[in-house]
């Protein structure tokens, strides 16, 4: 029984009691087709100081900035190739700096072990509003980034919640390191650690002016503050009556030197009462272009969802939520409109295949050119080699991945399955055309193979899951998306006239996948095992085999093998509220607990990608009530990178906790993977099936959800269409 049920079989019991006549039934209350911005907001989350959580982000186009502990502080402003309060590279770093912390009293108002005095947080798409109250002030701000700037403002709220008039004492301590760096950027934000600061009264602000970049942010607040303190503190002096309000405007703007830093925050201190409405229509206009065809914003655009049902709303835009903070249209882009992998501090510039390729079919849908863009960017670098490219510079980096064959191969697969954009095949992208780059993608696995198993070899734990040891060389997962990746090609070939091209390359899947199933499946168990170098196997209860087997040869399996396999999920892996990416039986479940791929909890698109395995294996009537209460993780805003099982960590309004950026979690605030939720209630709740050549087909298991469930405006290949109950029919 969802909520909704639950509060309308309540009010008809109520009703009965009282000796009333029995209400009618009442009708379905359909879910928003297109949500507001308060729709997919998280709901309110109170933390202390010293607990662990993820701390929300606000974002533009161009660039995000994220919360820290406290009701008004702000870190990791991030415009790449601009940097402010990130990591100054000093002796004895700090960190990622903080600013905008706020004193009360003399006092910094974070610290307390109080929890009358805990900050409640919520997440919009559109800005994070806090709340806290301390020594009877009750404060509210809200952060967000305006539309096309770069720049980090709020709106702080004061109010007086004591009996009588009284003197107060506001301070807010300013920092930046704001630098800019033009090369390619990785793991955390850089900073510079002496910047010069100049304090202009009229105006209300501090300037920090890099040193050794062309880098300035003017910070300041608005009505000036009264004096400064230590050379960065803003010190306010208020007399406030009972219930009286008053409202400060903090500004961050960053730029290439401090002159047009200083201009910028001016003019955004004195338009400042619009740039709130500005940035809440843009926002409601970006929401509503998502699912609009035709819109503007977005190459694309999503299907509408049409449903009374809360758990399938819930999935379907739990995943929406990470695709739309995972878009870039940063002027600063080597290539233009992008697709950024993770919002937090983490990985600020960075877009992977591997995590990409999770939730193609809905960026297909939604922005299928950026999609484009990426798969031909990593068409023309040496994706051998390295894990993701950098939007700053254009540049590949980190070490190799290797899912990224399998992963590039899907998101072509995708963005040609919806769009029928099948001349892009001759394109040349570097030395190559597109298909001789899939092809080449397809069949990069017998480069790898080492041994006489005829497996390929996908290296060391850097290159594969990273936080499980045993993980390692020749393993089922990666080898089954060759089998998917070399059919895939083979259509594209036969239908060019290639035909014995495409034989060979349909008789490689098959032989592939008997090798796979013979030598890696642990017969019994349910799970699989990796071929090492000197012939012996290491058994890894992980729950990414599970799901890339069932993704990429599914046909291969037995039904004895999904019997077993999906036994092995319920038995090891799924937990009530969420899920553990590796069983905590397993032999290496104390080697790393890194929550994404370890027994605390799982990366954001491994529950969907589980449950799309798990429709492939038994009815609808054994999933949707896990899914039920991993729906609820949604609550807190974005899908996370990861969340915590119930059992490490207690559920947050229903849901899995999202998982900490605090190490050793370093979990960031969501990942582009989420979108895996919105391709799951497509593809395996609606069974839609867009096909290569020949239509659109589908086989809902809409059911046990909502029966009278549609998907409007769903394209494919130049056409909009309607999925039901009943199947798929062209609308338009």
């Known amino acids: 029984m969802n909520r909704r049920n639950f509060l309308k079989g309540s009010a008809g019991a109520a009703v009965l009691a009282a000796g009333a006549p029995p209400l009618r039934a009442l009708a379905p209350t359909l879910r928003p087709a297109i949500p507001s911005l308060a729709d997919l907001a998280s ?37 790449p190739p601009y940097a402010c309060c990130g990591v100054p590279s000093i002796p004895w770093s700090p960190g990622y700096l903080t600013t905008c912390e706020l004193y009360v009293n003399g006092r910094l108002a974070s610290i307390s072990d109080n929890p009358a005095q805990a900050v409640t947080y919520q997440w919009f798409p559109h800005r994070v509003v806090r709340e806290q109250t301390v020594d009877e002030l009750h404060i509210r701000t809200a ?35 704001v630098i800019h760096r033009g090369t390619t950027w990785f793991n955390e934000l850089p900073g510079e650690g002496d910047n010069r600061a100049t304090w202009s009264a009229a105006q209300g602000r501090i300037t920090f002016a890099a040193q050794h970049s062309a880098a300035a942010c003017a910070q300041g607040i608005h009505p000036p503050a009264q004096e400064v303190r230590g050379g960065n503190v803003l010190r306010f002096t208020l007399r406030m009556q009972p219930s009286e309000r008053r409202e400060f405007h ?100 960075l877009s ?22 990426l798969v031909e960017v990593w068409f023309q670098r040496d994706m051998h080699q390295h894990l993701a490219t950098d939007y700053v510079t254009g540049d590949a980096i ?16 995708n963005y040609l399955r919806v769009t029928g954009d099948f001349a892009w095949l001759d394109k040349t992208a570097g ?16 480069k790898l193979v080492k041994t006489g198993s005829g497996l390929a070899d996908y290296g060391e734990i850097s290159n594969l899951l990273e936080v499980v040891s045993t993980y390692l060389h020749e393993v089922a997962g990666m080898n089954a998306g060759n089998v998917a990746s070399m059919r895939f090609v083979a259509e594209l070939l036969e239908r060019r006239g290639q035909g014995a091209q495409a034989a060979a390359l349909r008789a490689d899947a098959q032989d592939l996948a008997a090798r796979i199933n013979r030598l890696l499946y642990v017969d019994g168990k349910g799970w699989w095992r990796c071929g090492q170098p000197d012939g012996s196997f290491n058994e890894v209860r992980h729950c990414y085999d599970f799901l890339a087997v069932l993704d990429n040869m599914s046909e291969d399996l037995t039904a004895r093998q999904k019997t077993e396999m999906a036994q092995f999920f319920h038995q090891q892996l799924a937990s009530k509220k969420w899920m553990r990416a590796l069983s905590a039986g397993d032999p290496d479940a104390t080697w790393n607990i890194r929550p994404d791929h370890s027994c605390l909890g799982a990366y954001a698109a491994w529950p969907p990608m589980c449950a799309k395995g798990l429709y492939k294996c038994e009815s609808p009537a054994q999933i949707v009530p896990w899914l039920t209460e991993v729906a609820k993780a949604g609550r807190q805003g974005p899908i996370g990178q990861g969340h915590f099982t119930e059992d ?41 099936e867009p096909a290569l050549y020949g239509g659109m087909r589908a086989t809902p298991q809409l059911a046990e959800f909502d029966a009278a469930a549609r998907l409007e405006n769903l394209h494919y290949q130049g056409a909009e269409y309607a999925a039901s109950h009943s199947g798929v029919k062209r609308i338009s």
């Open 398 to 413: 980190g070490p190799w991945y290797g899912v990224n064959d399998m992963a590039i191969v899907r998101c072509a697969q």
């Open 43 to 79: 709901v309110r989350m109170t933390h202390g100081f010293m607990e662990l959580f993820n701390l929300p982000i606000a974002m533009n186009d161009w660039g995000y900035a994220q919360t820290v502990k406290s009701v008004s502080a702000i870190s990791a402003i991030a415009f």
């Open 250 to 349: 903090f500004v961050a703007a960053i730029a290439g030197n401090a002159a047009d830093a200083e201009g910028l925050h001016d003019r955004l201190q004195e338009n400042y009462a619009a740039l709130d409405r500005d940035n809440e229509d843009a926002f409601e206009r970006l929401v509503r272009s998502a699912f609009t065809p035709g819109n503007s914003d977005f190459s694309g655009h999503l299907p509408q969802l049409k449903t009374d049902n809360e758990t399938l709303w819930d999935l379907y835009h739990n995943g929406f939520k990470g695709l739309l903070t995972a878009r870039r249209r940063s002027p600063d882009s080597a290539y233009g409109p992008t697709l950024l992998t993770l919002s937090g501090h983490v990985l600020p510039t």
């Open 648 to 688: 490490v960590m207690p559920a947050l309004a229903g849901g899995a906790h999202k998982a900490s950026e605090d190490a050793p979690y370093i979990e960031d605030w969501c990942c582009i993977s989420g979108g895996a939720f919105t391709d799951l209630v497509i593809e395996s709740i609606f069974g839609v």
């Open 352 to 373: 992977f295949p591997w995590d990409t390729a999770l939730t193609s079919l809905s960026l297909a849908l939604l922005d299928p050119q950026p999609l484009r863009q």
């Open 143 to 177: 952060m967000f980034l305006p539309a096309e700037t770069r720049a980090a403002v709020e709106t702080i709220e004061v109010r007086n919640t004591a009996a009588a008039s009284r003197e107060v004492t506001l301070e807010f301590n300013l920092r930046a390191g």
């Open 431 to 446: 030395e190559r055309t597109v298909i001789e780059h899939l092809h080449d993608h397809a069949t990069y696995w017998k």
